[in-house]
């Protein structure tokens, strides 16, 4: 009996991701591509792998049994065909890294065009996405974050300025309107432009620090937005006069050069490590992402 081995991939990424058009979104195949795929795994074996609901994709007892030696054995097929990649001249193949927006704008493209110039047989795929994930249920090889607290069984590797800060910005017409703060407190009295995980938390308490004090505040204002994809919005509303903003000093850099915004409290500035990439110590590392992690080491921070 004969089954294609990318539609066994995709019985797996279905399971992994929980519905076909999640899976859809991780494999970059449409949604009705992969239950096709499953439905013709299906046909093959005369035995259904999903119970499908409008609500829920879930698989069967018979699924499950298939997927957990699938599982394995797909890992094995691929770690297989990696050795081989491995003596070619120029690794090649697919990378795909998830991000968050802010290492995607800061960090990235200090390393990315070069990356691609150095390999050209690689192809990089970058998924954005705040919170933390698993990056192999998620579909992806590697991951950034802004913390190093992470599973045992995964590696962080330092990726990017090892110290940033968080800025706190207005523009001059805000300013001159509403007055210059002197003390973080003295935020609780302005309107602050806040950010939302999409876990819905806020992206607060704002934090500052000078000298050993650490002031902790919880702002309010006219405007949330997404934390990361509506972040540039945030931006654009500080830059018209509408509040205070708080965000990465690097992302505000620019806009201080030009006079758009205006720091605010910058000598309450607080700093915070850099980034990590991490990946999963347990699987033998694709040759793309061990080319990428090698490249990462050599690439020289200044700032």
């Given at each position: ?18 519905g ?25 074996l005369?035995?259904r792998?999903?119970?499908r ?9 018979a ?5 957990a030696?699938?599982?394995t ?9 990696d050795?081989?990649?491995g ?9 795909k890294?998830?991000v968050?927006?802010?290492a ?6 200090r ?6 110039a ?5 192809r ?17 090889d ?11 069984d ?14 706190t ?18 935020l609780?009295g ?6 939302r995980?999409?876990?819905g938390?806020?992206?607060s ?9 650490v ?15 509506g972040?540039?919005?945030a ?6 006069g ?13 806009l ?30 694709p ?17």
């Amino acid at each position: 009996m004969k089954v294609d081995l990318d539609d066994l991939r995709a019985i797996v990424i279905v399971a992994r991701a929980g519905g076909f058009r999640e899976g859809a979104r991780v494999m970059g195949v449409s949604a009705s591509g992969l239950s096709d795929a499953v439905r013709r795994v299906e046909e093959r074996l005369g035995v259904r792998l999903f119970n499908r609901t409008t609500r829920s994709v879930v698989p069967t007892e018979a699924g499950r049994g298939l997927i957990a030696r699938l599982d394995t054995a797909l890992g094995e097929v691929e770690a297989a065909l990696d050795v081989v990649n491995g003596f070619r001249s120029r690794p090649a193949g697919s990378l795909k890294l998830n991000v968050p927006v802010s290492a995607a704008r800061l960090v990235l493209p200090r390393l990315i065009p070069s990356f691609l110039a150095a390999y050209p047989e690689i192809r990089v795929e970058i998924i954005t996405e705040e919170s933390f994930v698993d990056v192999i249920e998620a579909g992806c090889d590697a991951g950034i974050r802004y913390d190093d607290r992470l599973e045992q069984d995964m590696i962080a590797l330092p990726i990017g300025p090892r110290i940033q800060r968080f800025a706190t910005a207005a523009s001059k017409a805000y300013l001159d309107r509403h007055g210059r703060p002197e003390h973080p407190r003295d935020l609780l009295g302005h309107a602050c432009l806040l950010g939302r995980f999409s876990s819905g938390a806020l992206a607060s308490p704002w934090e500052f620090e000078r000298e050993g004090e650490v002031v902790r505040i919880e702002p309010s204002g006219p405007l949330i937005v997404r934390a990361g994809g509506g972040t540039d919005l945030a931006v654009d509303a500080a830059v018209a006069g509408a509040g205070v903003i708080h965000l990465f000093e690097d992302w505000l850099r620019p806009l201080f050069n030009s006079g758009d915004l205006e720091p605010v409290l910058e000598t309450w500035w607080q700093p915070f490590s850099g980034p990590f990439l991490y990946y999963p110590g347990r699987r033998l590392v694709p040759a793309p992402l061990r080319a990428f992690i090698d490249f990462v080491r050599s690439a020289a921070w200044t700032d």
